[in-house]
């Protein structure tokens, strides 16, 4: 096998590699970096085998063609060793095609793992909670908290005791309204807890972090308060009970009912409104 083509297969073999690498990446939930640079490695390895391939192992000749009035057997053999010739530099092709075969398919599959994105995988238990009835609420520290804990303009954020915060369903944010704030649903009527609110913290538009509460000094001039999203500005109103009034989310914050223990300190008075998390297809028909 000539240089060129041995540099083609390893070319070849390397976007398999790197498409392998992004599968591994994706499944392992690896940084962004990695991804992008092993998906981008395997496009590259495979451009640069082609162009390669293109111009040194794929036989290529410009000639003009003569028309002599009658054959010349002299020029018939020249013809039928130069077709033999220029099949040399191809000798190799199957495995050639074949290392071409496994980087077209490794980085196909690749391809076919971001897919997982558009929803929750099978099996996973994305609209699932650690929240319970009388499940209490603490800091991330670990310590109780209770409604005095939550003063009006600001929000805290809360996780269920005992649960990993590092799951989708743990994090909440309270904040505290006065009572002629609240408008909550006929159904959630009794869902505060002395004037707090608990919502989920994931955003239903892309699953980013709720961190800003909107809460005017003059409602004469600004609207009320609100839950927003830094990322994509998303809004939500606490005290309706979460509805979207601005951005693209699609659907209102998941709110936990709240209560008060025999310690006058917050638990969870049941579990959320609806799913937690970024919206996917058929969300809704779940959403309560």
């Known amino acids: 096998m000539r240089v060129p083509e041995r540099i083609v297969l390893a070319l070849l073999l390397a976007a398999t590699a790197a498409a392998a690498t992004f599968?591994?990446?994706?499944a392992l939930e690896w940084s962004t970096q990695v991804l992008g640079l092993a998906l981008g490695g395997a496009l590259v390895a495979i451009a640069?085998?082609?162009?390669?391939?293109?111009?040194?192992?794929?036989?290529?000749?410009?000639?003009?063609?003569?028309?002599?009035?009658?054959?010349?057997?002299?020029?018939e053999?020249?013809?039928?060793?130069?077709?033999?010739?220029?099949?040399?530099?191809?000798?190799?092709?199957?495995?050639?095609?074949?290392?071409?075969?496994a980087a077209g398919t490794a980085l196909g599959g690749a391809l076919v793992f971001p897919v997982a994105?558009?929803?929750?995988?099978?099996?996973?238990?994305?609209?699932?909670?650690?929240?319970?009835?009388?499940?209490?609420?603490?800091?991330?520290?670990g310590g109780r908290i209770a409604p005095d804990d939550v003063k009006v303009g600001t929000f805290v954020t809360g996780f269920?005791?005992?649960?990993?915060?590092?799951e989708l369903g743990s994090p909440v944010v309270l904040v505290r309204?006065?009572?002629?704030?609240?408008?909550?649903?006929?159904?959630?009527?009794?869902?505060?807890?002395?004037?707090?609110?608990?919502?989920s913290k994931i955003c239903t538009h892309a699953g980013c972090?709720?961190?800003?509460?909107?809460?005017?000094?003059?409602?004469?001039?600004?609207?009320?308060?609100?839950?927003?999203?830094?990322c994509h500005y998303s809004t939500f109103d606490p005290a309706t009970g979460g509805n979207r009034i601005f951005g693209p989310a699609g659907r209102a914050l998941p709110q936990l009912p709240l209560a008060l223990d025999d310690e006058g300190l917050?638990?969870?008075?049941?579990?959320?409104?609806?799913?937690?998390?970024?919206?996917?297809?058929?969300?809704?028909?779940?959403?309560?």
């Open 266 to 288: 917050l638990v969870a008075a049941g579990e959320f409104s609806g799913p937690i998390g970024p919206s996917w297809w058929g969300v809704r028909k779940r959403d309560s």
């Open 209 to 230: 972090t709720i961190n800003l509460y909107r809460y005017p000094l003059f409602p004469a001039q600004s609207p009320g308060p609100a839950l927003v999203c830094p």
């Open 23 to 26: 599968a591994v990446a994706y």
């Open 117 to 141: 994105s558009l929803g929750p995988k099978p099996g996973d238990r994305i609209g699932s909670s650690p929240w319970r009835r009388g499940t209490r609420v603490v800091g991330e520290s």
């Open 160 to 166: 269920p005791d005992g649960a990993d915060q590092r």
């Open 177 to 199: 309204l006065r009572p002629d704030d609240l408008e909550l649903p006929s159904d959630r009527s009794d869902w505060d807890a002395e004037g707090v609110v608990a919502f």
């Open 77 to 101: 053999r020249q013809l039928e060793l130069d077709i033999e010739r220029a099949g040399e530099g191809v000798s190799r092709r199957g495995v050639l095609l074949g290392g071409a075969a």
């Open 48 to 75: 640069a085998a082609l162009i390669l391939a293109g111009k040194r192992v794929a036989p290529g000749e410009e000639v003009t063609e003569q028309r002599p009035k009658l054959a010349d057997p002299a020029e």
